[in-house]
T-cell receptor, first 114, second 117 residues
Framework: KQEVTQIPAALSVPEGENLVLNCSFT??????LQWFRQDPGKGLTSLLL?????REQTSGRLNASLDKSSGRSTLYIAASQPGDSATYLC?????????????FGQGTELSVKP | GAVVSQHPSWVICKSGTSVKIECRSL??????MFWYRQFPKQSLMLMAT?????????EQGVEKDKFLINHASLTLSTLTVTSAHPEDSSFYIC?????????????FGDGTRLSIL
């Protein structure tokens, strides 16, 4: 059974700092992996998607990496801003259900202080 | 873009009432939609997968008769919480797939906060 874990559960950093959020999964047979952002009381915004054949994806100040063999993904945020404050969720798409269900981690609650 | 609209965003009702939540893909057709439930400070738990024109597939432990799902068109799926009770109070979020490839992300609605008194 696929399990997704995110560390740390909460993180507080001063503005301008670079930071890394971690995601680990127990079964390397994945279809893809997505990183989402969730603001309080809101739905999810897709940030980056990495297909199982890829090692990283970049969008602006965000970079996500994927190492299937070790069951890990990281989300790197450069030059953090107060507007980056939100909960970041990692979700794995299992290979057995291609294009289907996502299994989510518990999220990392990020606070960027001005 | 790929926009998913969810309605209502917030509903408060009395115990025993049935509540319908709509999930619409506004600018694309979605053969598959998903319904998730999220408790405070917790992650999303998949409830069911909704396929257009066929019966929904429910996750283990989710009561089919309690949470009725109808995916009548390629742009609309509905979740009806029947005879709702306080323990059904939660944040319900839908998502839709624009296509089936590994490069296709799921697109999420803004969620519906359900409070049962």
């Amino acid at each position: 059974k696929q399990e997704v874990t995110q560390i740390p559960a909460a993180l507080s950093v001063p503005e301008g700092e670079n930071l890394v959020l971690n995601c680990s999964f127990t079964d390397s047979a994945i279809y893809n992996l997505q990183w989402f952002r969730q603001d309080p009381g809101k739905g999810l915004t897709s940030l980056l998607l990495i297909q199982s054949s890829q090692r990283e994806q970049t969008s602006g100040r965000l970079n996500a990496s994927l190492d299937k063999s070790s069951g890990r993904s990281t989300l790197y945020i450069a030059a953090s801003q107060p507007g980056d404050s939100a909960t970041y969720l990692c979700a794995v798409g299992p290979d057995y259900n291609q294009g289907g269900k996502l299994i989510f981690g518990q999220g990392t609650e990020l606070s960027v202080k001005p | 873009g790929a926009v998913v609209s969810q309605h209502p965003s917030w509903v408060i009702c009395k115990s025993g009432t049935s509540v319908k939540i709509e999930c619409r893909s506004l600018d694309f057709q979605a053969t598959t939609m998903f319904w998730y439930r999220q408790f405070p400070k917790q992650s999303l738990m998949l409830m069911a997968t909704s396929n257009e024109g066929s019966k929904a597939t429910y996750e283990q432990g989710v009561e089919k008769d309690k949470f009725l799902i109808n995916h009548a068109s390629l742009t609309l799926s509905t979740l009806t919480v029947t005879s709702a009770h306080p323990e059904d109070s939660s944040f319900y979020i839908c998502s839709a797939l624009k296509g089936g490839g590994a490069d296709q992300p799921q697109h999420f609605g803004d969620g519906t906060r359900l409070s049962i008194l």
